[in-house]
């Protein structure tokens, strides 16, 4: 039994999906009985509103049907209840609900049964006001000074405060500044009414101020009428509290001095009746309620706060005395006299959880049996131990914790991309310069073998390529379901996408006994696109600035059954070269050479070699297998074409510094735009009248600059995303020839396009330059490493956008070193430790200094020219990490 948990007296559970509030609770002996006891008021926004007397028969006991003295449908959401001298010509206390639009004030009684079913209670309804404004709450008190009963002040959502004295109407008042209403208390030693408003102030108006101020209904009128209608509504005193209220509370236990309490977001105030500041505790959670009550120490006051880590704390001014659990998050709190037990807690949450309890422990009786003492058998400890361990050193051999199952088949997707064109295509918008684009219908199949819910289709491809319709939804309520949806894929921008592959994503949920929501799932499937949908056949170029050459193991295959949609006639020429035209503009020539084992891809622009050598080695592989030939294989012996490569890179950066200059240009053009208006606004609101010194035109020029910086911005962002189109299909091509240089693996080229593509697109927070020199100088650090030194240098943790792109390219041009010298790309655990690799020239660190970087960028060119005749020598110390390289 923890120390530090609310002790259960007394608990229930109201309704059924009711829910409360702060003011939805009140302690008071409503019935007004001879003994004195307090009764629980609850009322709820769902309209209910019961009367509780707990009487368990132990502690911890739940509800009884007679602790439910009264249960009453008011069929209108209850804001709050008090219980006061509502009523004239007595001190009765009666009840006061109020409603959104109507006030309600009733007398509770009860009658003395004369069987057994007990005592009967009755609620009268003594008087209502019915509310032309709607309420948000309520606080009450003798307003004015008035002796032996309670006037009612109502504050509206619009800032109204309506003065209810008793059964008639007194006046109403607009809060100067309104915006959104706060917490409402009323002060009887000051005579004032306390708030939070919007600007997070504590303010205070005298009640005097308030009857005599402008009436509300009067707003309406015009200036002069306003003027001469009654006292402007002055604040009596201000005090900014940075934060919202959630709560105020007025404590007075002494004639002497009042304490006004604020409840904020993260702190806590107590405040003095002049509004300076008597404390405050800043909060390390979030709290949900509060209330402060009398002390037995002279001079402090304890307060009880609630927060929605279900703990009740007490303060002691500023000290915490004591902290416990609650099983709920509390609204609201108060303390009362219940049964003859005094300083009784009682906490009701949003939910309707009510509960009284109290502070400290039970004794409890229970003793601990005695343990039977045996003799522990050290053979079967050390057998059990041999067992355990073997199955723990079983799991960590496995590939997971989990134990492997066979996949269950729940939705089988399937996608079918159609041969021909479509008869009308379906391209719409497009900024493409030829006449007609042609577009491809795409049909997805979906096919489920069990009930499935939330079923969600959703189609990828790469820009500038576009879908018609690249979402879906689907109900799968029964087993064995077939569906099918057809979108068409067409070029809507005149430049080349960096990938043909599409992408169709299923996300579904799975419901199960245990779970009846469903557990969420998801299933992809991947598609190609022709290459015929942004490429045309076109005239062959004898020239070009860019050429690139694949070496193969087997003769060369004729282009003409390679690639025979893109046939523009049936020459013999045509069987060894062949002329790509795409949409864009660019065109790509293909030469197979007749005599050696070779095919030259050949353009004027870099990067859209890429699709064609791509495409090139595709349709060769699948050729052979028709085949029946396996040992085919592609290899590429070139010089690496690094700076064709940096150029692309280059051009990106400097659009992205282009667009971060132009940014900064429009924030400062903003910047003046405002000051400007905020200038012209104070001229034209000035009595006198004065010259506007040639503001007007400062302000049409300013705009004008806006919009053009606005135009640069948007044209800047569009080329950026253009070239990083560009700067992806180049990097697609050097990791491709990287791959068939140095004949690398499935796993290792996966590794390279995670380093080298890890975003879908950049932006200027996060761009291409500064996260794939971070991969790289990872890869560098960790598999690709030489030297302990190395793996200790440590890698910013930030990334920041570089200032310019030599480290960028120093390192793609190190790791095709590494590469090129027996470094093997890892991710394994392993990977981290320092390799023991056979490499020309010697095992050196990554260079520092500035003459190792000279000689690594004189020594570049040098470094790809012919790698078939690699010749791993012996390591000598001080040499070039660049040597040993030759043909």
């Given at each position: 039994m923890?120390?530090f948990?609310?002790?259960?007296?007394?608990s229930?559970i109201l309704g059924?999906?009711?829910?409360?509030?702060q003011?939805?609770l009140?302690?008071a002996?409503?019935?007004?009985?001879?003994?004195?006891?307090?009764?629980i008021?609850?009322g709820?926004?769902?309209?209910?509103?019961r009367?509780?007397s707990?009487h368990?028969?132990?502690?911890g006991?739940?509800?009884?049907?007679e602790?439910?003295?009264?249960e009453?449908?008011?069929?209108?959401p209850?804001?709050q209840?008090e219980?006061?001298?509502?009523?004239s010509?007595?001190?009765?206390?009666?009840l006061?609900?109020?409603?959104s639009?109507?006030?309600?004030v009733?007398s509770v009684s009860?009658t003395?049964?004369n069987?057994?079913?007990?005592?009967?209670?009755?609620m009268?309804l003594i008087?209502?006001?019915?509310?032309q404004?709607?309420a948000c709450n309520?606080?009450?008190?003798?307003f004015?000074?008035?002796?032996?009963?309670?006037?009612?002040?109502?504050?509206s959502?619009?800032?109204m405060?309506m003065v209810?004295?008793?059964?008639?109407?007194?006046f109403?008042?607009?809060l100067p500044?309104?915006?959104?209403?706060?917490?409402?208390?009323y002060s009887?030693?000051?005579?004032?009414?306390?708030?939070?408003s919007?600007?997070?102030?504590?303010e205070?108006?005298?009640?005097?101020?308030?009857?005599?101020?402008?009436?509300?209904?009067k707003r309406?009128e015009t200036e002069?009428?306003?003027l001469?209608s009654?006292?402007?509504?002055?604040?009596?005193w201000?005090?900014?509290?940075?934060?919202?209220?959630?709560?105020?509370?007025?404590?007075?236990?002494?004639?002497?001095?009042s304490?006004?309490?604020?409840?904020?977001?993260r702190?806590f105030?107590c405040?003095k009746?002049?509004?300076q500041?008597r404390?405050m505790?800043?909060?390390?959670?979030?709290?949900s309620c509060f209330l402060?009550?009398?002390?037995v120490?002279?001079?402090?006051i304890n307060t009880?706060?609630?927060n929605?880590n279900?703990m009740?704390?007490?303060?002691?001014?500023?000290t915490?005395k004591?902290a416990t659990?609650?099983p709920?998050i509390p609204?609201?709190?108060r303390?009362?006299?219940?049964?003859?037990?005094k300083?009784?807690i009682?906490t009701?949450?949003?939910d309707?959880?009510?509960q009284?309890?109290y502070?400290?422990?039970?004794?409890?009786l229970?003793?601990?049996?005695?343990?039977?003492?045996r003799?522990?058998?050290?053979?079967?400890l050390?057998?059990?131990?041999?067992?355990l361990?073997?199955?723990i050193?079983d799991v960590?051999?496995s590939?997971?914790?989990?134990p492997m199952?066979?996949r269950?088949?729940?939705?089988?997707?399937?996608v079918?991309?159609?041969?021909?064109?479509?008869s009308?295509?379906?391209?719409?918008d497009v900024e493409?310069g030829t006449?007609?684009?042609?577009?491809?219908t795409?049909?997805?199949t979906?096919?489920?073998?069990?009930v499935l819910?939330?079923?969600?289709?959703?189609?990828?491809?790469?820009?500038?390529?576009e879908?018609t319709c690249?979402?879906?939804t689907?109900e799968f309520?029964?087993p064995?379901?077939?569906k099918?949806?057809s979108?068409?894929?067409y070029l809507?921008?005149?430049?080349t996408p960096?990938?043909l592959?599409?992408?169709?994503?299923?996300?579904?949920?799975?419901p199960?006994?245990?779970?009846p929501?469903?557990?969420?799932?998801v299933i992809?499937?991947?598609?190609r696109?022709?290459l015929?949908l942004?490429?045309l056949?076109?005239?062959?170029?004898?020239?070009?600035?860019h050429?690139?050459?694949?070496?193969?193991?087997?003769s060369?295959v004729?282009?003409l059954s390679?690639?025979?949609g893109?046939?523009?006639q049936s020459?013999?020429?045509q069987v060894?070269v062949m002329?790509?035209h795409?949409?864009?503009?660019?065109?790509?020539?293909l030469?197979?050479?007749?005599?050696s084992?070779r095919?030259?891809i050949?353009?004027?622009?870099?990067?859209?070699?890429?699709?064609?050598?791509?495409e090139?080695i595709l349709r060769?592989q699948?050729?052979?297998?028709?085949q029946?030939?396996?040992d085919?294989?592609c290899?590429f012996?070139?010089?690496m074409?690094?700076q064709?490569y940096?150029?692309?890179?280059?051009?990106?950066?400097?659009l992205?510094?282009?667009?971060?200059?132009?940014?900064?240009?429009?924030?400062?053009?903003?910047v003046?735009f405002?000051?400007?208006q905020?200038?012209?606004?104070?001229r034209f609101?000035?009595?006198t009248?004065a010259?506007?010194q040639?503001?007007?035109t400062?302000l049409?020029?300013?705009?004008?600059?806006?919009?053009?910086?606005?135009d640069a911005?948007?044209e800047?962002?569009g080329s950026?995303?253009?070239?990083?189109t560009?700067?992806?299909?180049a990097?697609?091509?050097?990791?491709l020839?990287i791959?068939?240089?140095q004949?690398l693996?499935?796993d290792?080229?996966?590794i390279?396009?995670?380093?080298?593509?890890p975003l879908q697109?950049d932006?200027q927070?996060?761009?291409?330059?500064e996260?794939?020199?971070?991969?790289?100088?990872?890869?560098?650090?960790?598999?690709?490493?030489?030297s302990?030194?190395?793996q200790?240098?440590?890698?910013?943790?930030q990334l920041?956008?570089?200032k310019?792109?030599?480290q960028?390219?120093?390192h793609i041009t190190?790791?095709?070193?590494?590469?090129a010298k027996?470094?093997?790309l890892?991710?394994?655990?392993?990977?981290?430790?320092?390799?023991t690799?056979v490499?020309?020239?010697?095992?050196?660190t990554?260079?520092?200094?500035?003459?190792?970087?000279?000689?690594?960028?004189?020594?570049?060119?040098?470094?790809?020219?012919n790698h078939?005749h690699?010749?791993?020598?012996?390591?000598?110390p001080e040499?070039?990490?660049?040597q040993?390289v030759?043909?």
């Amino acid at each position: 039994m923890s120390l530090f948990k609310a002790r259960d007296w007394w608990s229930t559970i109201l309704g059924e999906k009711e829910e409360f509030d702060q003011g939805c609770l009140c302690l008071a002996n409503v019935d007004n009985s001879g003994n004195g006891q307090d009764k629980i008021i609850v009322g709820s926004f769902m309209g209910y509103l019961r009367i509780f007397s707990p009487h368990p028969t132990k502690t911890g006991d739940g509800a009884q049907a007679e602790d439910l003295l009264l249960e009453v449908d008011l069929r209108d959401p209850v804001l709050q209840v008090e219980v006061g001298k509502f009523v004239s010509g007595t001190e009765m206390l009666h009840l006061a609900v109020l409603h959104s639009r109507k006030l309600c004030v009733y007398s509770v009684s009860g009658t003395l049964g004369n069987v057994e079913h007990g005592n009967q209670y009755q609620m009268k309804l003594i008087y209502e006001h019915n509310l032309q404004r709607t309420a948000c709450n309520m606080t009450y008190g003798s307003f004015g000074g008035v002796k032996g009963r309670d006037l009612i002040c109502i504050q509206s959502i619009d800032g109204m405060l309506m003065v209810f004295e008793q059964e008639s109407y007194a006046f109403g008042r607009f809060l100067p500044g309104f915006l959104l209403p706060g917490p409402l208390a009323y002060s009887s030693r000051t005579d004032s009414f306390i708030t939070v408003s919007s600007c997070r102030q504590v303010e205070s108006y005298k009640y005097q101020v308030l009857a005599f101020a402008t009436d509300a209904d009067k707003r309406q009128e015009t200036e002069q009428q306003k003027l001469g209608s009654g006292k402007r509504l002055v604040v009596d005193w201000t005090l900014n509290i940075g934060e919202q209220a959630l709560d105020i509370c007025i404590v007075s236990f002494n004639q002497s001095a009042s304490s006004v309490f604020v409840l904020g977001e993260r702190n806590f105030f107590c405040l003095k009746d002049n509004g300076q500041i008597r404390f405050m505790k800043k909060l390390d959670w979030s709290p949900s309620c509060f209330l402060p009550y009398c002390s037995v120490s002279e001079g402090t006051i304890n307060t009880l706060i609630g927060n929605h880590n279900n703990m009740l704390h007490i303060f002691q001014d500023v000290t915490l005395k004591w902290a416990t659990q609650l099983p709920h998050i509390p609204v609201a709190v108060r303390v009362g006299c219940l049964h003859d037990l005094k300083g009784v807690i009682v906490t009701l949450s949003d939910d309707g959880h009510l509960q009284c309890s109290y502070l400290g422990t039970d004794p409890s009786l229970f003793q601990a049996p005695n343990v039977e003492s045996r003799e522990l058998n050290y053979d079967e400890l050390d057998v059990e131990m041999k067992e355990l361990q073997k199955i723990i050193k079983d799991v960590n051999k496995s590939q997971g914790v989990w134990p492997m199952t066979e996949r269950e088949d729940d939705l089988n997707v399937s996608v079918v991309v159609s041969s021909n064109f479509d008869s009308v295509s379906q391209a719409t918008d497009v900024e493409v310069g030829t006449d007609l684009v042609p577009s491809v219908t795409v049909k997805v199949t979906l096919q489920n073998t069990v009930v499935l819910q939330k079923v969600k289709l959703s189609v990828c491809v790469q820009p500038p390529l576009e879908l018609t319709c690249d979402q879906f939804t689907f109900e799968f309520m029964t087993p064995d379901l077939t569906k099918t949806v057809s979108f068409s894929v067409y070029l809507k921008r005149s430049y080349t996408p960096s990938e043909l592959e599409g992408n169709a994503v299923v996300s579904y949920s799975r419901p199960t006994d245990r779970n009846p929501d469903g557990i969420p799932r998801v299933i992809q499937c991947k598609f190609r696109l022709p290459l015929k949908l942004i490429c045309l056949p076109g005239q062959p170029s004898k020239t070009a600035s860019h050429k690139i050459t694949i070496d193969t193991n087997k003769s060369p295959v004729s282009l003409l059954s390679l690639f025979p949609g893109f046939a523009s006639q049936s020459d013999d020429d045509q069987v060894n070269v062949m002329g790509f035209h795409f949409l864009g503009g660019s065109r790509v020539t293909l030469l197979a050479s007749k005599t050696s084992q070779r095919y030259r891809i050949q353009s004027e622009q870099f990067e859209d070699l890429w699709l064609i050598t791509s495409e090139l080695i595709l349709r060769l592989q699948e050729y052979f297998e028709k085949q029946g030939v396996k040992d085919f294989a592609c290899s590429f012996s070139g010089s690496m074409p690094l700076q064709e490569y940096f150029e692309l890179i280059d051009d990106h950066f400097e659009l992205r510094i282009n667009g971060e200059k132009l940014e900064e240009l429009l924030s400062e053009r903003a910047v003046q735009f405002r000051a400007i208006q905020r200038r012209l606004l104070t001229r034209f609101k000035d009595k006198t009248p004065a010259p506007l010194q040639h503001l007007d035109t400062l302000l049409d020029g300013t705009y004008k600059q806006v919009i053009a910086l606005a135009d640069a911005v948007e044209e800047n962002q569009g080329s950026l995303f253009q070239s990083f189109t560009r700067l992806k299909s180049a990097t697609h091509l050097v990791i491709l020839l990287i791959g068939l240089w140095q004949k690398l693996s499935a796993d290792q080229i996966a590794i390279l396009e995670a380093a080298f593509l890890p975003l879908q697109e950049d932006t200027q927070e996060l761009g291409w330059e500064e996260t794939v020199d971070a991969a790289i100088s990872h890869l560098l650090k960790t598999c690709l490493s030489k030297s302990s030194k190395e793996q200790a240098l440590n890698l910013n943790s930030q990334l920041n956008i570089p200032k310019d792109t030599s480290q960028l390219k120093k390192h793609i041009t190190l790791l095709c070193d590494r590469l090129a010298k027996g470094g093997r790309l890892c991710l394994s655990t392993d990977a981290a430790a320092p390799q023991t690799m056979v490499m020309p020239g010697g095992c050196t660190t990554i260079p520092e200094s500035d003459l190792e970087e000279r000689s690594v960028e004189q020594d570049s060119t040098e470094l790809f020219t012919n790698h078939r005749h690699l010749t791993a020598e012996t390591s000598r110390p001080e040499v070039s990490p660049l040597q040993g390289v030759s043909e």
